[in-house]
């Protein structure tokens, strides 16, 4: 009795023993990971929070006397408050447009077979195999003076001269719903297909029918999918540049179009500044929005 009692404390610390083993294995696995973010992104966005504290020098990148002008000309001029608020605006209207857009299509994918759903989805995402300045330069060829929309509309008699689509809002939040669309689709209907169909099928069995189905079963535990496609799409929308740049040149200027003109004329310590305000803003709304629509982890119905 005492030699089995002895073995099974021994099998009972076995595990704990190899603890220490498992845990180094797992360090020297992360490891590279942690090393390759902490060279690439961690390190260059501490010097630009550094350099944003510095003044400009026109013989170096920035000149060696600490001063707060840089975040006082952000935050107190209201053209670059006014860039920010239309950054943040166009934003929130791609996420709303994507997630509008996006839930009927997830919806669909997720109610077809595997194999059809992957057929779909290869669809999908063949257009981000395409460099996102092709995709721009599309919108161009068809909404330009003398493009594809204009021709036909010319010629069809509906106008008797050509009508400006581009350099405005309009055509940068429809370039921006096009391009980040998918990501929207991916992230709900992986959501959807990992609900238990049995929780609908409890819901009928009490009479509710397919729209109260819908409203208090699927919607809320699709909830994680819609907060992490929202998150996704809202953070590229707040740092896209090229996007703005071709399709709202010099009418719609958003804050990262601004970080690139002063990079550009070589004001490093005021693009810093810009680019911590835009780091700092988008952390604050993505926060926001998962804390008011619920964790991806949780979703919308805890």
């Known amino acids: 009795m005492s030699r089995t009692s002895s073995l ?8 704990a023993a190899r603890r220490p083993f498992r845990w180094k294995r797992a360090e020297a696995l992360l490891a590279p990971a942690f090393l390759y973010y902490f060279v690439l992104l961690v390190l260059p966005s501490a010097a630009f929070c550094v350099v944003s504290f510095y003044g400009r020098s026109d013989t170096g990148f920035f000149d060696g006397v600490f001063t707060l002008k840089n975040y006082v000309s952000v935050l107190t001029d209201g053209f670059y408050l006014g860039s920010l608020w239309l950054t943040f605006r166009i934003s ?5 447009a994507c997630l509008l ?24 995402l063949f257009p981000l195999l395409l460099s996102t300045v092709i995709r721009v330069y599309g919108w161009i060829a068809l909404l330009g003076r003398r493009g594809i929309v204009n021709q036909v509309l010319l010629s069809s ?9 581009l350099y405005t809002e309009g055509t940068v939040l429809l370039g921006l719903v096009s391009i980040l669309l998918p990501y929207m689709i991916i ?26 189905i819908f409203l208090k079963v699927t919607l809320p535990l699709s909830g994680a999918g819609m907060v992490s496609g929202a998150v996704m799409v ?24 601004l970080i690139f003109d002063s990079t550009s004329s070589f004001n490093w310590p005021l693009a810093a500044a810009l ?3 835009l780091v700092v803003a988008t952390a604050a ?8 629509l619920g964790s991806p982890a949780n979703g919308m119905a805890r």
């Open 157 to 165: 008699g509906a106008t008797d001269y050509p009508i400006a689509f």
């Open 101 to 124: 857009l996006g839930y009927p299509a997830a919806y669909y994918l997720a109610k077809l077979s595997p194999a059809a759903r992957k057929k779909l989805i290869i669809l999908l």
């Open 8 to 15: 099974a404390g021994t099998a009972e610390r076995a595990p």
């Open 187 to 212: 992230n709900i209907t992986n959501t959807l297909i990992t609900i238990d169909p049995a929780l609908r099928e409890a819901a009928a069995a009490h009479g509710a029918g397919p729209f109260k």
């Open 234 to 257: 809202f953070t590229i929308a707040m740092s896209t540049y090229i996007i703005s740049f071709l399709l709202g040149g010099p009418k719609v200027k958003l804050l990262g179009n």
């Open 275 to 277: 680019s911590v305000v």
């Open 285 to 292: 709304a993505c926060g926001a929005m998962v804390r008011l």
């Open 92 to 96: 929130v209207e791609t996420t709303l």
